[in-house]
């Protein structure tokens, strides 16, 4: 019986640990990454047309473009499932507030849209005032990063 007991617990275990986000490395998170940009976020609203059934629209201003390229005169949009301060799941994509900046690794989905490259690793919040990178990227600067992307072949 007790044996039975630590079969169960240890699989409940195992498939628990499964579902949690498995880290990149940096390197790999960069090229895995079509477009990485430095973006100011412009806006975060409710949206009624929830493309995925994704209803926050996190609106982006295009700050600069460390690899790929997008028209920075657009705003760049991405939708998540929840807002500043609505934290529901540990690995959940949430943008700061309005006038926080933020550091982009971005990949095109199967519907053509950006998203952020292995979810929460892709968005990298930056201090405000020194643009040093928060969340997944605090051991890292923005030169780290212009660096790997330097080192990649064209």
């Known amino acids: ?11 409940v275990f195992a498939a ?13 998170l960069v090229a895995a990454a079509r477009l990485i940009v430095i973006a100011e976020v412009v806006a975060v609203t409710e949206d009624a047309g ?3 059934g994704l209803p926050i629209r996190n609106e982006l201003k295009v700050l600069r473009t460390l690899k790929g390229t997008c028209d920075a ?3 760049l ?3 998540t499932r929840y807002k500043p301060g609505q934290r529901l799941r540990e690995d959940s994509i949430v943008f700061p507030d309005a006038g926080r900046r933020v550091l982009l ?26 643009d040093k990178p928060e969340g997944m990227g ?4 923005i030169g780290d990063i212009e660096n790997l992307i330097a080192k990649q072949p064209k």
């Open 105 to 130: 690794f971005l990949k095109s989905n199967f519907a053509g849209r950006l998203i952020p490259v292995n979810g929460i690793q892709g968005l990298w919040p930056l201090e405000t005032g020194t």
């Open 16 to 28: 628990a640990g499964s579902a949690k986000i498995r880290a990149l490395s940096v390197s790999d």
């Open 138 to 141: 605090f051991r890292y600067s």
């Open 50 to 52: 929830k493309p995925d």
């Open 77 to 79: 949009t991405l939708h």
């Open 73 to 75: 005169s657009q705003p």
């Open 1 to 11: 019986m007790r044996l039975v007991l630590a079969l169960t617990l240890c699989v």
